[in-house]
T-cell receptor, first 112, second 116 residues
Framework: TQLLEQSPQFLSIQEGENLTVYCNSS?????LQWYRQEPGEGPVLLVT?????EVKKLKRLTFQFGDARKDSSLHITAAQPGDTGLYLC????????????FGKGTKLSVIP | GAGVSQSPSNKVTEKGKDVELRCDPI?????LYWYRQRLGQGLEFLIY????????KSGLPSDRFSAERTGESVSTLTIQRTQQEDSAVYLC??????????????FGPGTRLTVL
């Protein structure tokens, strides 16, 4: 079973600060996805990274896939209250690529 | 509908009762997934439907859990003789197809199940 460990589990920061959250595994993943989940809602896909060393930017969010494809990070610049939510990483596992293994998530609170 | 819908949004039941959860996927999405999200945990894969193929039930935690899907439309997840450890948010997702990994899953808002 491929496991994804996310850190930190909780993060509370002031508006305008920068932050980085991590997603690590001892296993190689063909790709990793990042989702954001708000209370009472389902997760929403933010990005998929597929190439080792890949960096993708989505406005103030920067996603990186490790060279060895075992880890990924999400960096947020100048965090805003609207960034508050649960950030989940996920990767394919099992016999079919449709099965996703999820990390437990990082719960981010951005204080105005 | 614009997105995946689930009903009910909240369900409180007594231990030992059966519950049925419903998912309406996005029209045209051939793949449908059920996940369970326990408090403080990540999402656990439960079951996957793709078109008329046999479903992948490998994630169902016990034989008390079952799911059905009619064609490429509505799916129901049934939990029989509910236990307190079944308390969780049950999420449904749908996607256009499964072939390449950049296939995006769209999630519903979930059903929060509380077993007393």
């Amino acid at each position: 079973t491929q496991l994804l460990e996310q850190s930190p589990q909780f993060l509370s920061i002031q508006e305008g600060e920068n932050l980085t959250v991590y997603c690590n595994s001892s296993s190689v993943f063909s790709s990793l996805q990042w989702y954001r989940q708000e209370p009472g809602e389902g997760p929403v896909l933010l990005v998929t990274v597929v190439t080792g060393g890949e960096v993708k930017k989505l406005k103030r969010l920067t996603f990186q896939f490790g060279d060895a494809r075992k880890d990924s990070s999400l960096h947020i610049t100048a965090a805003q209250p609207g960034d508050t939510g649960l950030y989940l990483c996920a990767g394919p596992s099992g016999a079919g690529s449709y099965q996703l293994t999820f990390g437990k998530g990082t719960k981010l609170s951005v204080i105005p | 509908g614009a997105g995946v819908s689930q009903s009910p949004s909240n369900k409180v039941t007594e231990k030992g009762k059966d519950v049925e959860l419903r998912c309406d996927p996005i029209s045209g999405h051939t793949a449908l997934y059920w996940y369970r999200q326990r408090l403080g945990q990540g999402l656990e894969f439960l079951i996957y439907f793709q078109g008329n193929s046999a479903p992948d039930k490998s994630g169902l935690p016990s034989d008390r859990f079952s799911a059905e899907r009619t064609g490429e439309s509505v799916s129901t997840l049934t939990i029989q003789r509910t236990q307190q450890e079944d308390s969780a948010v049950y999420l449904c997702a749908s996607s256009l197809w499964v072939g390449e990994w950049d296939n995006e899953q769209f999630f519903g808002p979930g059903t929060r199940l509380t077993v007393l």
